[in-house]
Structures are given as C-alpha cells and as structure tokens.
C-alpha cells in the first residue's frame, strides 16, 4: 500500500514540475496591434506589433494566400516582435493563422482580415461648408449612469463638485443631443479625445492616452463610439476625432514595458518642452532651443514620443488609418501638431490623405502672433528650408487672437478692427487659407465671453465674424449661450452643459430653461450659421475687404450667385455710414435683405449700421 502511496506522489510530483516548467516556456502573448486589418487597401503593407513574455524567441510562420511576411524584427526588449507583412491585391478576407513557435511550445493566433466598407456615409471629410461643434464628452451630458464607476486607476471617481474629477459625461450623452446641435445650423462635432486614459489623478481632458486602440469605457467603449457615428451620420452629422502623435500617459502598457530605449525622448532628470513652436521654422534657432521644444515632454504624466524609431512611426501612422476604416470618422485633428518629427507629421499625413483623398485633417498649430510661422506647417507652403508639410488644416489662432482684440479697442492704424484686417491681409502665405479652421474659443482658453467683458453685442459680433469670414468656423460648445470663463483654472472653461444629467433642475437644451441672454444669443447662432449652412457663398465664395475706417470694416463674400456684404460697426455711436466707397461691390444692386432680421433695406447709398453691431446682408 506504501509503495502505491508512493508511486501516486512520484507521479503527481513528476506532473506538477513538468507543468511548472512548460509554463515558464509557454507562449504568451498580451497584445496583437492592429487587432485586425483590412483587404483591399491602397497600402499593401502592415505592421504587426505583438507583445508577450520573450516572445522575440518565437519563429514566426503565415500560411495564408496573397499574404508574404516580409520581415520579423526582434528588438532591445524580448518581450516585443515586429511583423511586416505584404497584402497583395489578390488576397480575400478571412482568417490568416500566424504561427508562433518557440522550442516545443506553438501558439497559433487567428488574424482577421476583413473587407474594406463602401457605405457612402462614411468617411466624408469635412471642408468649408462644414461648421465644427466642439465639445468635452465629460462635460456635455451623461447618458449611461451605468459607466460612472469603472474601478480604474482615477482615484478622483466621478464627482460633479470637483473640476479636476470626471462628471461622468459620454458618448450616449452626445447620441442624445444631436438634434440640438444640429438645429443651431453645425454640420460636424469635433469631440475631444476619447480613447482610454487610466490614469492616476484626473484625466477627463482624455491627452494622456493609455491605450490607442480602445475608446475609454468610462465612455461606453469602442461599440458607444461606432454607434454615435452611425446615428450622427444618419442625422447628417460629420464626426471629427482628436487624436494625440506627440504623447502618450505614462500608464500606457507599452510605456510601463518599452520596446526599445529610443521608443521616447529618455532624459536624466525630468525635461520638459519650451512650447516654443517658432523654433522648428526659425532659421535661426539654436540647437538647445529646438531640442526642448521637440523632445521635451509637454507634461510629467505624459511621455515623449519619438516619432524618428521607424517601428513607432509605422505603430502610429497604422493606428489613425485603422481609426477611419474601423469607426467610419469623417476628419482628425491632431492635437500639438508641429512637436513630433515634422517628417513623421508629413508621412503621417501623405498616408491618411492618400488612403482617403476625400478626408480632412487639422493640426493644432498654437501661436498667436503669426500667420507666417502658421503657414510652415500647411500644404503647399514655399518655406525657406525646402521643408513640405501634407497637412491640409491648420488652427488659425492668428484670427482667434484678432477677432478677440479687435473687440476690446477702438480702431486705430494697427489697433482694433485693422487687426482684423491686417491678418487677412497676411493670407498670401496661407495656401489654403480657405480650409484654416477659425474659432472664437476652445478648451485651453478663457471663454471668449469672458474675454469682451461679458458684453453680448460683442459676442454677436464675433459670432456674425465666424460664420462669415473664410475658412472652417469651429463653435465651442457652450459659445451659443454666452457662457464665461476663465482658462486660468481649466474647468472653469470646461463647465458642464446644465440638462445633460438627470439630476439637473435646469436645462439649456431647451428654450424654456436659458434665460433672456442665453436665449438671445442662441437664436442669433441658430440663425447666422443656418443661413451659412444653405449659401456656399459663405463657403468658398471669394472675399473683398476694405481698409477699416473709424471703428467700422467692411467686407465681402461672393461668386457668380450671391453676394452678401459684412459691415462691422465696433464703434459706440450708431452710423450712418456713405457706401459710395464700396461700390465696386455694390454698384449692380439695388437693396439688401438683413440675413438675421430678415428686413429689407432699399437704399444702398447709405446703410445704417448700429452701434457695436455686425450687418450681415444679401444684396439683392
């Protein structure tokens, strides 16, 4: 009986260890990026980042017709294999094995590959017909209560008391306020990030992103997202996604295990970027001065990518193109556009546009002062150092910053509305000035409100500037209702839209819950941007301006339908203002209809233009 005893325990024992030890061997793998891919794209090539305890020790086998594994490149961390592969136009969709096998131990992972969408509704691209709402989802409206406790890193949790805290705002939210934002004449939403930020401390603003390929289920997850584009896009709303090439949250996996040293921008001691933008078109910069700005990290929790290790460059430039076929979004903005490798940016860039020669892309270009520093980084721009951008957008902060001082002084030579004027002026090194995207206000500055003294004749007036200047008119939400401000505290700029909770005793989603102001500046929005909506004049029709003059600047839209004709009176005294100067513009017209009154003016020698007030008139 002993013996048997015995036997059994020899037996067990010899079972265990052999366990033990084929699992030290066993293959393992964490991540497969992209998760799948597509037939039929105009690049045949994929990279296949595959993550899993020494899986670099792996020989690596694809059976699969029209598919070739190019190349498999094992680098500094064992842990990671890169798989190029080449996808031939013959190849079908299915399921492609991919072999791994280390010693005795395989491991055979099923890749899908799938068949490229053709619904006409997706994957538009936005232009200058296009008017962008711009909103933070955790602060808009919160339609699924069930996702507010994740049990993420976030030890803040959801608290609407806390400005640094989620609120609890998502995806389902926006699903259902569409109609709002459609009836105040937007054809796009340009939402901030959404993909996952599991982070410590707050990270409701979605920069710090830990993972590029899951939308944060704090949201509702990557099916929220695919099922608001669907519902926008059936109520002929574009989606416009904001993206992030410079960073990532120092919690991401591939951060917390880095494939290779040179995967960021490593320093001795914390470095932080000068924000100096000028530097990288200045042709004078000093090499101390560049090398902040562009490997400098832009926040502690956020590493610095670098964009020049090819395998990066490959990983990011396949995850924004797997974005648009996947989720069907119509643009990208890309977040800090001119801190990574401006090559990269180009290459990025010429991928996405070449994939979708119909789509739209807009980089975050922030500096005020320029439009010739902005202008370096747009397509088409001759620029000194031979340096050529693909970029088809830029934010033109140029015309937010004179739009915003324009407004708070009187017209002088270079002051007033001459700022206005002299930055168009300056569009001859803007090649495609009439894609710039222009915004009065967004989530990194004060309130534009706040900016003009809380004076609603001057929000009016930048309102009737955007939906008539040229260019892609950005609306932050929140902008229709005079909302105000300060950027000096981040949330106080990022206030949750009252009626997107069902706590909310109020809501301003509904007339009945804005006050007079609110409602006053509403129906001006609602009626400007409708009437842009419906007139391409406003769109791509040419402007004429005229040297402003005692406190007023007058300007013209047009093309071979219509001509609509903008008087801005920035002065505090009515006018009765003498056309004849303009009669280049209006000698073939006889009257005027007032696009927001709809009254009709039937002397066009002399128009009467109130004080602080922006005409907007169809001639006729």
């Known amino acids: 009986m002993k013996k048997i005893h015995c036997s059994i325990f020899l037996l067990l024992w010899s079972w265990l260890s052999y366990a033990q030890q084929n699992n030290k061997t066993a293959l393992t793998i964490q991540h497969i990026e992209p998760a799948f891919w597509w037939v039929g794209m105009k690049n045949p090539e994929l990279q296949i980042l595959v993550h899993g305890k020494d899986i670099a020790k792996s020989e690596v086998s694809i059976q699969y017709e029209g598919v070739t594994l190019k190349e498999k490149v094992a680098v500094e961390n064992p842990n990671y294999l890169f798989l190029y592969l080449h996808i031939s136009p013959t190849a079908k969709t299915g399921t492609m094995p991919i072999k791994f096998t280390n010693g005795k131990n395989t491991y055979t992972h099923n890749y899908e590959l799938k068949a490229k969408s053709v619904a006409k509704n997706r994957i538009q691209g936005f232009t200058n017909a296009d008017a962008m709402y711009l909103l933070m989802p955790d602060r808009f409206a919160n339609g699924d209560y069930s996702n507010d406790v994740s049990g993420m890193k976030d030890t803040l949790g959801v608290n609407r008391k806390n400005g640094d805290a989620r609120h609890g705002g998502d995806l389902k939210g926006i699903e259902e306020h569409l109609d709002y934002i459609k009836e105040l004449g937007m054809t796009s939403i340009w939402i901030n990030p959404v993909l996952e930020n599991d982070m410590d401390g707050y990270s409701y603003h979605g920069y710090a992103m830990t993972d590029l390929y899951k939308v944060d289920k704090r949201f509702g997850g990557n099916e929220a997202y695919l099922k608001l584009i669907d ?102 903005r890309m977040d800090t556009y001119p801190y990574p490798d401006k090559t990269f940016m180009t290459n990025w860039a ?25 202008g370096y980084w747009q397509a088409g721009s001759k620029n000194w150092d031979g340096y050529e951008s693909a970029l088809p957008s830029i934010t033109d902060f140029p015309i937010q910053d004179a739009i915003t001082k324009s407004l708070q002084e009187g017209t002088g030579w270079d002051s007033g509305l001459a700022r206005l004027y002299y930055t168009l002026a300056e569009d001859f090194v803007n090649p495609m000035a009439y894609n710039n995207v222009i915004f009065l206000d967004n989530h990194d500055v004060s309130r534009f409100f706040t900016t003009v003294g809380e004076d609603v004749r001057k929000q009016k007036m930048a309102i009737a500037f955007l939906a008539t200047l040229r260019g892609i008119p950005q609306f932050y939400y929140g902008t229709e209702l005079a909302l ?62 005229f040297v402003p003059e005692n406190d007023t600047y007058v300007y013209a839209r047009y093309n071979n339908e219509k001509t609509v004709l903008v008087i801005a009176n920035n002065g505090n005294k009515d006018r009765d203002l003498d056309m004849s100067r303009f009669e280049e513009v209006t000698n073939k017209f006889t009257q005027a209809k007032n696009i927001v009154t709809d009254e009709t003016i039937s002397n066009l020698q002399t128009i009467k233009v109130p004080a602080m007030t922006v005409l907007v008139l169809e001639l006729k």
């Open 350 to 374: 010429k991928a996405i546009m070449t994939e979708y020669p119909q789509f739209n892309i807009v980089g975050e270009v922030w500096i005020h002062n320029s439009s010739t520093i902005g």
């Open 484 to 545: 105000s401000g300060s950027a000096d505290y981040h949330p106080n700029v990022r206030q949750d839209f009252l009626g997107g909770w069902k706590e909310d005793s109020n809501s301003w989603f509904r007339a009945t819950g804005r006050d007079e102001k609110q409602n006053d500046v509403f129906n001006y929005t609602k009626k400007i941007f409708n009437y842009r909506k419906q007139n391409s004049v406003l769109h791509t029709g040419k402007l004429v301006h």
């Open 231 to 332: 519902k926008a896009h059936e109520q002929g709303l574009k989606i416009i996604m904001d993206m992030v090439a410079n960073h990532v949250g120092t919690n991401h996996w591939f951060i917390k295990d880095l494939p290779m040293s040179d995967w960021i921008h490593q320093h001795k001691k914390y470095t932080r970027s000068n924000f100096r933008l000028s530097t990288v078109s200045d042709p004078y910069v000093s090499k101390k001065d560049l090398f902040l700005m562009t490997d400098g990290w832009f926040d502690v929790h956020m590493a610095d990518l670098n964009q020049q290790n090819r395998h990066l460059a490959a990983y990011l430039i396949q995850n924004s193109i797997w974005w648009v076929e996947y989720s069907g979004i119509d643009g990208i």
